[in-house]
């Protein structure tokens, strides 16, 4: 079946810029995850949903950046004003239930370039 | 605070060798599961093995193995037998149900070179 997909695949945008990234995750899966990975680093964790609500938001770095999900599949993360240090991959990922021991299948990401 | 500690930013391996990549990780829970991941330059992360805190024995899939020391809070990756489609950066994660909610942390990453 059909992987975790983003879009787009690569984002440039300019300071001050609003942008959306979109994460279409596994069919039927009910948990699902952002994460940010800067340059050299690993991912870190931004949000979790489980279904249409944000169970963890505790990631977000700050007001600018906010996440829906409003029908508990297509997720969609926001950042508004965007800064260079926003510049990073966005990562997303599914899981079938969110359940401890269950694997995370994570998407290619979407790689933001703010200017 | 929660961290995943990879001493070894870079490795290197010849063909058909065995390479160990290192990774710590402090946590005060007791029930979590641990990980590794592979990135390759597509940038998708991909599970390539999983431990269970619980369990003592250390799992193995085909040619990876782990070294999972509990007390020692270290859990090591062993690639045997190292292919040119094992290059990419290597990321140790744990992941600990708190307060309504679970996330994997991730170590900073070990990149693996394999030499032909």
């Known amino acids: 079946g059909a992987g975790v997909s983003q879009t787009p695949s690569n984002k440039v945008t300019e300071k001050g810029k609003y942008v959306e990234l979109r994460c279409d995750p596994i069919?039927?899966?009910?948990?699902l995850y952002w994460y940010r990975q800067s340059l050299g680093q690993g991912p870190e964790f931004l949000i979790y949903?489980?279904?249409?609500?944000?169970?963890?938001d505790s990631g977000l770095p700050n007001d600018r950046f906010f996440a829906v999900r409003p029908e508990g599949s297509v997720s969609t993360l926001k950042i508004q004003r965007t800064e260079r240090g926003d510049s990073a991959v966005y990562l997303c990922?599914?899981?079938?239930?969110?359940?401890?021991?269950?694997?995370?299948?994570f998407g290619p990401g979407t790689r933001l370039l703010v200017l | 605070a929660q961290t995943v500690t990879q001493s070894q930013p870079e490795m290197s391996v010849q063909e058909a060798e065995t390479v160990t990549l290192s990774c710590t990780y402090d946590?005060?829970?007791?029930?979590?599961?641990l990980f590794w991941y592979k990135q390759p330059p597509s940038r998708q992360m991909i599970l390539v093995i999983r431990?269970?805190?619980?369990?003592?024995q250390n799992a193995t899939e085909n040619r990876f193995s782990v070294n999972f020391q509990k007390a020692a809070k270290s859990f090591s990756l062993k690639i045997s037998d190292s292919q040119l489609g094992d290059a990419a950066m290597y990321f140790c994660?744990?992941?600990?149900?708190?307060?309504?909610?679970?996330?994997?942390?991730f170590g900073k990453g070990t990149k693996l070179t394999v030499n032909p």
């Open positions: 990922a599914s899981g079938r239930t969110g359940a401890l021991q269950e694997t995370q299948y």
């Open positions: 069919s039927g899966h009910t948990a």
């Open positions: 949903f489980q279904g249409t609500g944000a169970a963890d």
């Open positions: 946590t005060s829970e007791s029930d979590y599961y």
């Open positions: 431990q269970e805190a619980y369990k003592q």
């Open positions: 994660a744990y992941r600990v149900f708190q307060g309504g909610s679970e996330k994997l942390v």
